[in-house]
């Protein structure tokens, strides 16, 4: 079973500012098969970057991902106040598929 | 534009089984190449995949649940449907329905979610 790990726990940022959120892999991993999503309180998970870098359908151009092998990236280039969520990153690329334990970006 | 909704009580006794249906409208469960899935979240944790099955009736699950497991499909009624068995607290948790646009692909449709508690 591939354990992912996001970093950091919390980020405590300003709109307008640069989110920087992080998803390292117990295993390398084919970056064909790394999600990211976002979750708001009492709402399910949106897929937002799939493939590790291809925005999903109707995904703002701020949400960008990168990545490879064992470290994946997912940047959000200027917080706008809808996005502060809890941000989640997902293998699918074997059974069982897995997620991290998410990153909170909070308001500063 | 594809619909999926969770239904089934919300409160199981521990040691019985926990049964959800998940409806799909707005599209063809036997759309080829299309995974139909459940995901739990436990209360202020985070994402469990629990499986996925194909319209097919061809299963994947995940090992830390499959001794208690059953995930069917019914296509002449565009649903499927998830079965926990011997269920404990733990088991507490929303769990949504979900679809994959593929075998190996992220999940791009989620239901509401439906909160199920495990209590006596």
């Known amino acids: 079973e591939i354990v992912l790990t996001q970093s950091p726990g919390t980020l405590s940022l300003s709109p307008g500012e640069r989110a920087t959120l992080s998803c390292r892999a117990s295993q390398i991993i084919s970056s064909s098969y790394l999600a990211w999503y976002q979750q708001k309180p009492g709402q399910a998970p949106r897929l937002l970057i799939y493939?590790?870098?291809s925005r999903a359908t109707g995904i703002p151009d701020r949400f960008s991902g990168s990545g490879s092998g064992t470290d994946f990236t997912l940047t959000i280039s200027r917080l706008e106040p809808e996005d502060f969520a809890v941000y989640y990153c997902q293998h699918y690329g074997s059974s069982p598929q897995t997620f991290g334990q998410g990153t909170k970006v909070e308001i500063k | 534009q594809l619909h999926l909704q969770e239904s089934g009580p919300g409160l199981v006794k521990p040691s019985e089984t926990l049964s959800l249906t998940c409806i799909v409208s707005g599209g063809s469960i036997s759309s080829s190449s299309y995974y139909w899935g459940w995901i739990r979240q436990p209360p202020g944790k985070g994402l469990e995949w629990i499986g996925n099955i194909y319209y097919s009736g061809s299963t994947n699950y995940n090992p830390s649940l499959k001794s208690r497991l059953t995930i069917s499909v019914d296509t002449s009624k565009s649903q499927f449907s998830l079965n926990l068995s011997s269920v404990i607290a733990a088991d507490t948790a929303v769990y949504y329905c979900a679809k994959a646009g593929g075998f190996r692909r992220a999940t791009d449709y989620w239901g509401q979610g439906i909160l199920v508690t495990v209590s006596s």
């Open positions: 493939g590790a870098s």
